[in-house]
């Protein structure tokens, strides 16, 4: 089975772009979360979709944003950069809804760079 | 303020040797999850712990949740290079009706041959 693939897995951008990035998950799995990863503050939360439904959101401002097609790829976009959205991002699918004891299996992750 | 601590932040060793990582919290969770994460990939799922006191081994790797579900440990015996990478716990929190994954920052961990 194939695993979670994320493109593009590096991306240069300047400040004031925007940027998206996708992600497919693996076959069957309807439930797709991001991630932001930095030196800094480690990874967190960015948002979750399940069935083409934003169900859950972390404590990001409205430029970052995403959307699920039927399918369960997922795209995620980022408008406005600036310099401190340079970071690894990552996209997780899981088969079930409920989170309390689910399995995530990451992709590799996009490595944003905004200069 | 993190929710879940981790220590230390950054280990170096020589193979062979023996190391214990922690996972704190003052909150109780349900559960916890250690993850490893190697250099241009993502995290990969070692264990779920739910129970407190639980102990799961998975080879050389032994984990531990707390009697108090706040925290949690990870002992590798006999570490070996490839056990290199960045060591993540992570626990369910909720919020909106739905549990969002909070990660603590990591353990770097380093194993020289």
């Known amino acids: 089975k194939a695993g979670v693939t994320q493109t593009p897995r590096y991306l240069i951008k300047t400040r004031g772009q925007q940027v998206t990035l996708s992600c497919s998950p693996i076959?069957?799995?309807?439930?797709v979360s991001w991630y932001q990863q930095t030196p800094g503050q480690g990874l967190q939360f960015l948002f979750e979709?399940?069935?083409?439904?934003?169900?859950n959101k972390g404590n990001f401002p409205g430029r970052f944003s995403g959307r699920q097609f039927s399918n369960s790829r997922s795209e995620m976009n980022v408008s406005t950069l600036e310099l401190g959205d340079s970071a690894l991002y990552l996209c997780?699918?899981?088969?079930?809804?409920?989170?309390?004891?689910?399995?995530?299996?990451f992709g590799p992750g996009t490595r944003l760079t905004v200069l | 303020t993190q929710l879940l601590e981790q220590s230390p932040q950054f280990l170096s060793i020589q193979e062979g040797e023996n190391l214990t990582v922690y996972c704190n919290s003052s909150?109780?969770?349900?559960?916890l999850q250690w993850y490893r994460q190697e250099p241009g990939e993502g995290p990969v799922l070692l264990v779920t712990?739910?129970?407190?006191?639980e102990v799961k081994k998975l080879k050389r790797l032994t984990f531990q949740f707390g009697d108090a579900r706040k925290d949690s440990s990870l002992h590798i015996t006999a570490a070996q290079p490839g056990d290199t990478g960045l060591y993540l716990c992570?626990?369910?929190?909720?919020?909106?009706?739905?549990?969002?994954?909070?990660f603590g920052r990591g353990t770097s961990l380093i194993v020289h041959p």
């Open positions: 979709y399940f069935s083409e439904t934003q169900r």
């Open positions: 076959s069957g799995h309807r439930s």
């Open positions: 712990v739910v129970t407190g006191g």
């Open positions: 992570a626990g369910p929190v909720l919020s909106g009706g739905s549990y969002i994954p909070t």
């Open positions: 997780a699918s899981s088969f079930y809804r409920d989170r309390v004891i689910d399995t995530q299996y």
């Open positions: 909150s109780v969770f349900s559960s």
